[in-house]
């Protein structure tokens, strides 16, 4: 979505080229496959080690670091490989679209009018908000040491980007409609 973002503002003459079929699944293919890619690997790793604790995971899905808590395997190795997958799934995407919001933001602030800086940054804000939100939670939960939080404190930093975000996403996005903001506004101040 940054991508789109930033081609809708800073190239909107070239848009329709930039955001083509082909691009598009070129950018949802890529995100799936480092997705698949990153969880293959923590599997594998995980699968190797034996387990001599309980069989139950204190988590609500079978989040790594549950699992971490389980084994009487040594973890360091694969703490850090968390560590660096962290950077390449989380991180380096994250820094991406900031570097294309800067872009956005630069651009934004050369339009002239109110009305078209107001309507830019209200097309981004929506996305940007989500962005944070998620990048934050998930780099605080896998880019931190596994000791680092109790387990319930990880079931609640899960909840956050597994439920909360997604519950957010349509009530963020469509309150950039108007009539979702009349109905709301009307709901609200009804007499």
């Not at 690997?41 to 988590?59: A, G, K, P, R, T």
């Not at 404190?153 to 963020?172: E, S």
Request: glycine content about 2%; proline content about 4%.
């Amino acid at each position: 979505m940054a991508y789109d973002r930033f081609a809708a503002i800073c190239k909107p003459l070239h848009y329709p080229l930039l955001m083509n079929k082909r691009n598009c699944i070129l950018l949802a293919a890529s995100s799936w496959i480092a997705g698949f890619v990153d969880m293959v690997s923590l599997v594998d790793y995980i699968s190797q080690y034996s387990f001599c604790d309980s069989n139950e995971i204190n988590h609500f899905y079978c989040d790594p670091h549950a699992l971490l808590k389980l084994t009487c395997s040594d973890t360091h190795d694969f703490e850090i490989l968390m560590l660096s997958e962290g950077v390449f799934v989380a991180v380096t995407p994250f820094l991406l679209t900031l570097l294309s919001y800067i872009f956005i933001i630069v651009t934004i602030l050369k339009i002239r009018s109110s009305e078209g800086r107001n309507k830019a940054f209200s097309t981004c804000s929506s996305h940007l908000t989500i962005v944070l939100i998620f990048y934050g939670t998930v780099t605080v939960v896998y880019m931190s040491p596994s000791s680092m939080f109790t387990p319930e404190q990880d079931k609640m930093f899960a909840l956050l980007y597994t439920v909360l975000i997604p519950m957010l996403n349509p009530l963020i996005y469509s309150m950039r409609n108007k009539e979702v903001k009349n109905a709301l506004r009307n709901l609200i101040f009804r007499k």
